[in-house]
């Protein structure tokens, strides 16, 4: 059970969010890559080249998630065409490699089609729009993705209106046929928020965010030994920001409930039900990005998130913590230089306040990703 004074601090938590309630985790979007679907390049061919530089420095000591080093680079060349305003088609490849090796770790295809089919609704098949894109906290998906997972294929819906926005997709991990010996494996995500009215408080941008991450393992056709199982992480809040004209551009507060179940008791463990609250503050500057948050799980499993908010130890066996109590901060810096190349700095720290334990990470990384007319061609 949760301490009396645990139970306090959530339940003044939660009634600030319900009155007030910003981003629950840092700015990624100096960390974005893919390439936005331009209406205005109709019937032409572009020639697109997405560069992204990374350093990683997991400073970590703990039995959740490894301590280790990520430096290189990925690059991903690829043709685009628009086949008039509303339809995008794109193939190219993406390589990655780690400083230290004389080989490529990751070699991926990326082939794509994305539609406009409506002024608000964009349909992707292929290579998705993918990993930090997605916007989901960190507890529920895991920001190293980026650099582990670079590349997801599978079904995508983004839905883009004045109060509503979300993200649903598919990223189909593992494809099966009759008689394999491996499961089938797939990851489904939704991403939304929902914008109250201005005005609703009066000066504060107040936003409802759901995130809900599920991943399957199974497969009829497969000869794999193990039950299919089928997990969810769900998480549910309130966020808002103040804007400020001062050396700070905003600051916010925000709150989330989250839950994970195993819909097929074969759980982690034998762990099948958790829950978790995570709560916080950010204030952001024309380049700073600031937060600070409270993250309190039981019996937790993140399914696709960072592995030291978890209950059940993803990287050793037979480890168990029940409750896990995290004070977590970050620091970002961010530059634009000639808008095609965006340069990011960020430190990640997070205190185990029950092993009295302080993990950090930090990391730089630069993105340049610039588009090269060919040609303009009505091919259809």
Not at 367 to 372: C, G, I
């Amino acid at each position: 059970m949760i301490n009396q004074q645990i139970q306090k601090y959530l339940l003044f938590v939660f009634i600030i969010c319900t009155s007030i309630t910003a981003a629950a985790q840092i700015n990624n979007e100096f960390r974005y890559y893919y390439p936005e679907f331009d209406a205005e390049r109709s019937n032409q061919l572009l020639f697109h080249v997405a560069n992204i530089n990374f350093v990683k420095d997991n400073e970590y000591k703990n039995k959740f998630a490894w301590g280790h080093t990520l430096i290189g680079y990925g690059i991903q060349p690829s043709l685009m065409y628009y086949a008039g305003d509303r339809l995008r088609l794109r193939a190219g490849v993406f390589l990655q490699q780690y400083s230290g090796l004389n080989y490529y770790s990751e070699v991926r295809p990326v082939l794509s089609a994305h539609l406009k089919l409506s002024p608000s609704v964009d349909v992707i098949m292929g290579s998705l729009r993918s990993h930090i894109h997605h916007n989901v906290i960190e507890p529920l998906f895991d920001y190293e993705r980026q650099y582990v997972r670079p590349v997801e294929n599978g079904l995508q819906f983004l839905f883009n209106r004045p109060q509503f926005q979300a993200d649903v997709w598919v990223d189909w991990e593992q494809f099966i046929q009759e008689g394999d010996e491996i499961p089938e494996w797939f990851t489904a995500g939704v991403s939304g928020s929902y914008f109250l009215p201005d005005g609703f408080i009066p000066a504060w941008n107040i936003s409802v965010p759901v995130n809900i991450i599920a991943v399957h393992r199974g497969g009829e056709v497969s000869d794999y030994p193990e039950r299919v199982q089928t997990s969810i992480d769900i998480a549910g809040g309130l966020k808002a920001e103040y804007p400020l004209d001062r050396r700070f551009r905003n600051i916010g507060i925000f709150g989330y409930a989250i839950a994970y179940r195993n819909l097929n008791e074969v759980g982690q463990l034998g762990v099948n039900t958790g829950q978790a609250w995570y709560t916080g503050f950010t204030a952001n500057s024309r380049r700073t990005n600031l937060m600070a948050g409270y993250f309190y799980g039981k019996d937790f499993v993140a399914l696709r998130g960072g592995g030291i908010f978890q209950s059940v130890s993803p990287i050793r066996e037979n480890v168990y913590i029940p409750v896990r109590e995290l004070i977590t901060m970050k620091v970002g810096y961010n530059r634009v230089f000639l808008e095609k190349i965006k340069f990011s700095f960020l430190f990640e720290g997070y205190y185990d306040v029950r092993d009295s334990r302080f993990d950090f990470a930090p990391g730089l990384q630069i993105v340049f990703n610039p588009s090269f007319f060919i040609t303009e061609e009505e091919f259809f």
